[in-house]
Every structure is written in C-alpha cells, then in structure tokens.
C-alpha cells in the first residue's frame, strides 16, 4: 500500500495506490495523519489506484470523516472502483461520504 499527501488548490488530498488491507492498515492510518490538521481545508480520499479495501481500511476511512466533522470540514471520495464502490454500499458507508 502506498499513500501520497499533497495540497490541491484549498483542498487536503490523500492518494492511496494498492491493497487498503489489515496488514497495510496500521501504516496507512500513520500516514493518514497529515489529515488530522484540516481545519479549513477539505479532504479528498483519491481512490483511483486503490485496489481493495478491507473493514480495517473502511475504518480509516471512517476515522478521517469523524475527525474531519469536529472542525467543520468535508470528506469527498474520487475515482472509486465500481467493486470498491459496493464494498461501501454494502457496509452503509455510501450514506456517510460524498462521492466525486
């Protein structure tokens, strides 16, 4: 799993290329943590190379929307696979993020 940071215009970016698995989650999540200072910034999850998510990266996921939230910032999901796509159908997560 790999994980690039970099701005975009006023916009927070996070592109994750490979497997979103248990064995990769515990470092993604530390890489993830550039996200935490977002206050007036939003945050795009780049999902265009992601290959597979598992509950433990559904929870990383998750974990950046509820940070995101407390300061008053969006979460937006691009380029998600149509097999990723109904892992977070399956899971309800469809309902919690916006999807670009």
Known sequence: MK???QKEN????????GRLDTASAPQTATECE???DCQGHD???????????SSSGLRIFLSILKN??????????????EEIRSVFAITGFTSLFEFV
């Open 43 to 53: 945050i795009i999850l780049d999902c265009s190379k992601l290959e597979y998510i």
């Open 34 to 36: 550039v996200l935490n």
């Open 10 to 17: 006023n916009d927070l970016v996070m592109y994750f290329e």
């Open 68 to 81: 995101a939230k407390t300061v008053g910032s969006k979460v937006r999901i691009r380029h998600i696979s």
């Open 3 to 5: 994980t690039t940071f």
